[in-house]
């Protein structure tokens, strides 16, 4: 995408190259069914129903949720396969659970503790419904799930019993993992986290528990994780996009793998300091929290961001002279695509250079 | 406002103690009557048309706004004196612009360059209106602004002579001494840049241009602002809620001043970890940029709050055990305002310790 053919768009505003989409999103799909699992990709990465339609397209099973409007939002555009990834558990929430239930009859969610599956068992119970339910585990992140093979065989066996519940397997997300740099530190400490897992799985089956769906894995860890990994299944959401962070991970042992899609368009709304132009992408149109964003275009090379409050950035050019002008277009690279994704509206669609169309981001939202 | 008391309410949400915020607003009309001074509080802080109309029936004479999306909105809702803060530049702006200056007859905005003064004169007269123009002023920030009393001047006149424009003054904003901690520093760092600004002042008065408006000053600032500083209206937003980062700022020399009204209401959804209890707020519930949030209630004293992904955050209460349980209730203070209530579609409003109304967060998104 370059930046000046870009005009006419109200900015900031996020831009996709459809063209890298949509390879992106076939290169997981393909890679995927070669391995012989499942893709489950997670919506909190795009929280629109129109690339969730795009994903059921190109082969995934259904789309993991975090939030209970994502789950929401796709149920009711008819997306399947829905999969809430964390635990339900406020007395709200739950409530909403049940409708959803009766909307997505296919729903499962994750639980790691006696109270929220007795709680589940209600849900389900007062909706006439069964619903699928996946033993949350641990696996180094330190965040939810249970945290030794004693709990999630007795976990699973409480679900096995309950009358409106079925045990459908386990969810084991590694989180911590999807960044490290390097495919084979990655590799290494995956395998530390795949013995971990093993021997809970061990113990699930010995109880007579074996899991059908074992889910889990990320854009970062996808590549080993179809490869070796004990997942039927796996969750990657960033990979449509990429993000700079992304961009310093090395997916796969050889192959270039994944590509930059998503956009942030902005125009140079000032330029009267000489060490840096000001554009109107602040810590208000991009994630924050892991650093500044770069640029795909329209800046000179070696160029870097700054965050300079709600709804302005600056671009450090170095060098001697202000090379932008007021007007001028650039295109950076979020830092983090979710919580970017997240604070937008649209995602406008670019194909052959201009602004094809436009989604919406219509799961987002509190 | 107790966590406790909030059941029933979807997590992660703004919850807004209606007893402090109504404090803030009086403390803040009282202050600026008193010294003589108009308030046009800053609408990015809220992007809520609810809230505009409050502010302006405690006496504000409009709202400032950075976004067009918040004056196009506020203008909608009837909220008059809307100033645009940040210079308009793209082309797809200036439409925007036209349309709304035809909406909002007494819009004003502020111009930094020769080239958007021309642009802004071309909008104005296609909408056969008259805009308002307010010199932009740096002052220190490094940011938007002319950047010398010779640029003003030149800036000014040509806004004058511009035959659909109103030259109606400057802005001066200085955002990089809104959080220096101490009073006595904050007031030695404005003195000198209110002798810069003076001096553009005074060049502006002998060229025949005094301004009559003066529009700037933040929250932090605002206390000196009134008292000493040059201005004729501030801009203030954060007073209404204060946050993390405004609690460490002694804005009053004296007294104790405004108080923070603002919560992040969540939900302990695992327990299972001996060292953290992992919470339904995360990087999509509240700004990231000004380092994590505290508590406000719910959690034992000296418990700390981490990121932990999306939609997760750790509640380190340190000591022996686990004194959180799932389920349980905590109210976070968000770190920074602005880019939390940004996040975030209503605030429910807390009177009484119960919910009583939920406020639209209308004018956000992009």
Same mark, same amino acid.
Not at 267 to 279: F, G, Y
């Given at each position: 995408?370059?930046?000046?053919?870009?005009?006419?768009?109200?900015?900031?505003?996020l831009?996709l190259?459809?063209?890298?989409f949509?390879?992106?999103l076939?290169?997981?799909?393909?890679?995927?069914?070669?391995?012989?699992?499942?893709?489950?990709p997670h919506a909190k990465a795009h929280k629109s129903t129109e690339i969730a339609r795009r994903q059921i397209?190109?082969?995934?099973?259904?789309l993991?949720c975090?939030?209970?409007r994502e789950?929401?939002v796709m149920?009711?555009a008819?997306v399947?396969?829905?999969?809430?990834?964390?635990?339900?558990?406020?007395?709200?929430?739950?409530?909403?659970?049940?409708?959803?239930?009766?909307?997505?009859?296919?729903?499962?969610?994750?639980?790691?503790?006696?109270?929220?599956?007795?709680?589940?068992?209600? /849900?389900?119970?007062?909706?006439?419904? =069964?619903?699928?339910?996946?033993?949350?585990?641990?696996?180094?992140?330190?965040? =939810?799930?249970?945290?030794?093979?004693?709990?999630? /065989?007795?976990?699973?066996?409480?679900?096995?019993?309950?009358?409106?519940?079925?045990?459908?397997? /386990?969810?084991?997300?590694?989180?911590?993992?999807?960044?490290?740099?390097?495919?084979?530190?990655?590799?290494?400490?995956?395998?530390?986290?795949?013995?971990?897992?093993?021997?809970?799985?061990?113990?699930?089956?010995?109880?007579?528990?074996?899991?059908?769906?074992?889910?889990?894995?990320?854009?970062?860890?996808?590549?080993?994780?179809?490869?070796?990994?004990?997942?039927?299944?796996?969750?990657?959401g960033?990979?449509l996009f990429?993000?700079?962070?992304?961009?310093? /991970?090395?997916?796969?042992?050889?192959?270039?793998?994944?590509?930059?899609?998503l956009?942030?368009?902005?125009?140079?709304?000032?330029?009267?300091?000489?060490?840096?132009?000001?554009?109107?992408?602040?810590?208000?149109?991009?994630?924050?929290?892991?650093?500044?964003?770069?640029?795909?275009? *329209?800046?000179?090379?070696?160029?870097?961001?700054?965050?300079?409050?709600?709804?302005? *950035?600056?671009?450090?050019?170095? *060098?001697?002279?202000?090379?932008?002008?007021?007007?001028?277009?650039?295109?950076?690279?979020?830092?983090?695509c979710d919580?970017t994704v997240n604070?937008h509206d649209l995602i406008h669609v670019?194909?052959?250079?201009?602004?094809?169309a436009a989604w919406r981001i219509d799961a987002r939202g509190?």
């Amino acid at each position: 995408m370059r930046a000046a053919s870009l005009g006419g768009l109200a900015t900031p505003c996020l831009v996709l190259d459809l063209a890298v989409f949509e390879a992106n999103l076939a290169r997981m799909a393909g890679r995927a069914k070669a391995a012989g699992k499942a893709l489950r990709p997670h919506a909190k990465a795009h929280k629109s129903t129109e690339i969730a339609r795009r994903q059921i397209a190109a082969g995934a099973v259904g789309l993991s949720c975090v939030t209970l409007r994502e789950a929401e939002v796709m149920a009711q555009a008819g997306v399947p396969g829905l999969l809430l990834t964390s635990p339900v558990v406020p007395t709200a929430a739950l409530e909403r659970l049940g409708r959803l239930l009766a909307e997505a009859p296919d729903l499962m969610v994750v639980a790691d503790h006696p109270t929220n599956v007795a709680q589940l068992e209600q /849900v389900a119970a007062v909706s006439g419904r =069964t619903l699928g339910v996946l033993v949350d585990i641990d696996v180094g992140q330190g965040r =939810t799930g249970v945290i030794d093979a004693a709990s999630a /065989v007795a976990l699973a066996k409480s679900i096995e019993q309950a009358p409106h519940l079925r045990y459908a397997g /386990v969810q084991a997300y590694y989180g911590h993992l999807q960044h490290v740099p390097a495919y084979a530190d990655r590799l290494a400490q995956a395998r530390t986290q795949w013995d971990r897992l093993g021997s809970t799985l061990n113990a699930l089956r010995e109880a007579d528990l074996p899991p059908t769906v074992v889910s889990g894995g990320g854009t970062g860890s996808s590549s080993l994780d179809l490869a070796i990994g004990p997942f039927t299944e796996i969750q990657p959401g960033s990979y449509l996009f990429m993000d700079r962070q992304y961009g310093a /991970v090395s997916i796969d042992e050889a192959e270039a793998g994944f590509a930059s899609a998503l956009g942030i368009l902005a125009h140079v709304v000032s330029a009267n300091q000489p060490d840096c132009a000001v554009i109107d992408a602040g810590l208000k149109a991009m994630a924050t929290e892991a650093g500044p964003a770069d640029f795909l275009d *329209g800046v000179p090379d070696g160029a870097t961001y700054k965050f300079m409050g709600d709804e302005h *950035g600056g671009v450090v050019c170095g *060098g001697p002279g202000q090379p932008l002008q007021v007007g001028d277009r650039v295109l950076l690279r979020p830092p983090h695509c979710d919580p970017t994704v997240n604070l937008h509206d649209l995602i406008h669609v670019v194909e052959g250079g201009r602004p094809v169309a436009a989604w919406r981001i219509d799961a987002r939202g509190y």
